[in-house]
């Protein structure tokens, strides 16, 4: 474990409620402040391959699960393309899309994000452990062989069936590679897996509100193409070692997430991972439909926190940028009492309430 137990405990000693009550009581209280996060009762997210077979299998069943409950969003409003429960989250993030990504509130509405989704795994889905992660270093440059993506019944599904018509990847300057398949996933527990939204469009520029196709109905299957290419060269070690090396949050955004407007087109390690899998997986607005996307943030959340507990004093409250796509100069910038939306899938929560795993209803750490 690497998040600052010392932190953790002077946190539960200076506050006088809930000490003696579990955390689940707590939790069940939705209560930010009073109820501490006790180190010892903290849930442990831990990397894919850390899991057993029955673990991995037990966490795919459980979105599995979630992919056949009813949408909630159905009943409030016409969202033509939200057919289950998990599309909910895949509809609440298309929503939130251009205030959530290359902006300040990336880092702290993803958290919150992820933590709703574990928490309806839960509540719903019978699941008892907790959100796994994708390591990206350790398999970078050989995905297929990966735990996560061999295809295996114990894997998210593997590569897409190959697609002759796949383009090579062209952004700024840069072209990527195109990678090993490009259609339907052939195997794993995702196989007949139907995405219902988007495609979305994939230029950023001068987007002021969600495009075409919005929420509408669009079936079709989660389409892989591993690239191992792209991973090995902006997944390594090499850049999360220049990630947590950054001295302030504006770098670190910057080192995650290299504005896709910046001429040289490189991707950072946010796009790095996106790009990694396909087409699902590269598209801004729907990319969690495909179920890797919660395990690549789950990771982004991991290394914020690392970064964040490194430095407590200067790191854990800072936030840089506004809350608009691209840091527009007419946007709000963020501070920490902005309340971040989450429509139908939970309360707004400040920033601020989100800046640490074990506050505001929150507690948990990564292996
Ligand atoms: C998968 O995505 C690629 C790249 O966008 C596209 O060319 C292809 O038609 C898709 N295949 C299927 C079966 O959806
Ligand atoms: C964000 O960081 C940049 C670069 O360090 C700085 O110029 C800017 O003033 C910061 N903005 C806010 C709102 O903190
Ligand atoms: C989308 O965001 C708007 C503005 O916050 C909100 O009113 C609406 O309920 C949201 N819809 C969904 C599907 O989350
Ligand atoms: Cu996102």
């Known amino acids: 474990m690497r998040l600052g137990f010392r932190d953790l405990q002077t946190l539960s000693l200076g506050t006088f409620l809930c000490i003696s ?12 402040q009073a109820c501490p996060c006790d180190p010892d009762q903290m849930s442990v997210r831990r990397e894919w ?16 699960c979630l992919m056949r409950l009813p949408p909630k969003l159905a009943a409030v409003g016409s969202f033509p393309g939200v057919r289950s429960r998990f599309d909910d989250f895949v509809a609440t993030h298309i929503n939130y899309t251009l205030n959530s990504h290359y902006s300040g509130l990336f880092l702290p509405w993803h958290r919150h994000f992820l933590w709703l989704f574990e928490q309806a795994l839960r509540d719903e889905c019978n699941f008892d452990a907790h959100l796994p992660y994708w390591n990206w270093p350790l398999w970078a440059g050989r995905l297929a062989e990966s735990p996560l993506f061999d295809g295996s019944d114990t894997s998210l599904s593997g590569d897409g069936s190959y697609n002759p018509a796949e383009q090579d990847i062209s952004g700024g300057d840069l072209t990527l590679p195109r990678g090993s398949g490009g259609g339907c996933v052939k195997d794993g527990p995702f196989k007949d897996m139907i995405i219902n939204l988007g495609p979305f469009p994939r230029s950023l520029l001068s987007l002021t ?36 090396a950054t001295p302030d949050i504006a ?8 504005w896709p407007a910046s ?26 439909q495909d179920p890797a ?31 608009r796509i691209l840091n527009p100069p007419w946007a709000e910038p963020v501070t920490l009492g902005m309340k971040m939306e989450f429509g139908i899938l939970g309360e707004k929560k400040t920033v601020g309430e989100v800046m640490s795993p074990w506050n505001g209803g929150m507690c948990y750490g990564y292996t």
């Open 49 to 64: 391959g850390e899991l057993s077979p029955g673990e991995r299998i037990h966490y795919t069943d459980a979105v599995r």
């Open 293 to 323: 996307f919660m395990l690549h943030h789950a990771m982004i959340d991991r290394l914020w926190g690392i970064w964040q507990a490194a430095d407590e004093e200067h790191r854990r409250y800072a936030v840089n940028g506004t809350n």
């Open 251 to 258: 770098s670190f955004q910057l080192t995650m997430d290299h």
């Open 263 to 288: 001429p040289s087109g490189v991707l950072g390690l946010h796009g790095g991972g996106h790009f990694s899998l396909g087409s699902t997986m590269q598209d801004l607005f729907s990319s969690p």
């Open 21 to 32: 009550i579990s955390i689940e009581f707590c939790l069940a209280l939705q209560s930010s």
């Open 209 to 244: 509100e969600i495009p075409a196709p919005q929420f509408d109905y669009n079936p079709r299957c989660l389409n892989r193409s591993l690239n191992n290419f792209i991973s090995a060269r902006f997944t390594n070690q090499a850049h999360i070692a220049s990630l947590l």
